[in-house]
C-alpha cells in the first residue's frame, strides 16, 4: 500500500521520467488538451481510466463516479459532457462500467443503503427495465455481470439525451457513444458495440433535442 510520503516522492521521479523522454513535455502540456475522447466510468479504484486505455495527459478527458451513472440531474455529468462535447469537441464519448462493481452489486441488494438510495436507484431502474431478462438469471455472479453491461447500455441512452450530443451529431457527424465492460480478472476491456446510431434513432422518437435551429 502506497503511503502519504511515497506520492510525492512518486511525482518527483515521474517528473524526471518524463523530461528524460521530453524536455518539452510539461511545456507542451500547459499550452492545452485536444482529447480526443470523453471517459465515463466507476470510480472503483482498480479501474483507472488511463492505464487501461493506454493513454497519455491530454488525450482523454475522465468523469468517475459511483457505477458510472449519467443522470440527467446531476450538475456535475452533465457539465462534463457539455464541456466536452461543446467546448473540447471530443470525437468519441466512452461510457466504462466494469465486473465486479460494488454499486452493482449494492443495488442488487434488497435493503435500505442510507445516503446511496437516491444514486443506486438509478441501477435499481436499469433492473426493473430489464428484470424479464435478468430474472431468468440464475447465477448470482452472472446476473451481477449482466446488470453491469444493461447499466452501461443505459447511461449510454443517457448521455444521447442530452441536447448538446444530439446536436452536435446532427450538424458535425460526431460525437459518437460507446459502451464498454472491464474486466477486473482478466483486464480486458470490452466493447459491447452499441449501435449509435441506431439508438439516437430510437431515443430521438421522444427525446428529440436535436433539430432544433
Ligand atoms: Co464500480
Redesign the pocket.
Known sequence: MITYNEVFENNKKWIQERKATDKDFFKKLAEGQTPNFLYIG???SR?TAEDLMGTEPGEVFVHRN???IVSNIDLNAMSVIDYAVGTLEVKHIVVC??Y?????KAAMQAKDLGLLNPWLRNIRDVYRLHREELNAITDEGKKHNRLVELNVEEQCINVIKTAVVQKTYMSGGYPTVHGWVFDVQTGELIDLKIDFAEKLHEIQEIYNLGSAE
Do not use: E, I, Q, R
Not at 465486479?100 to 452493482?104: D, K, L, N, Q, R
Open positions: 466507476c470510480s472503483d479501474v459511483v457505477a458510472n462500467g466494469h465486479f462493481c460494488g454499486g452493482v
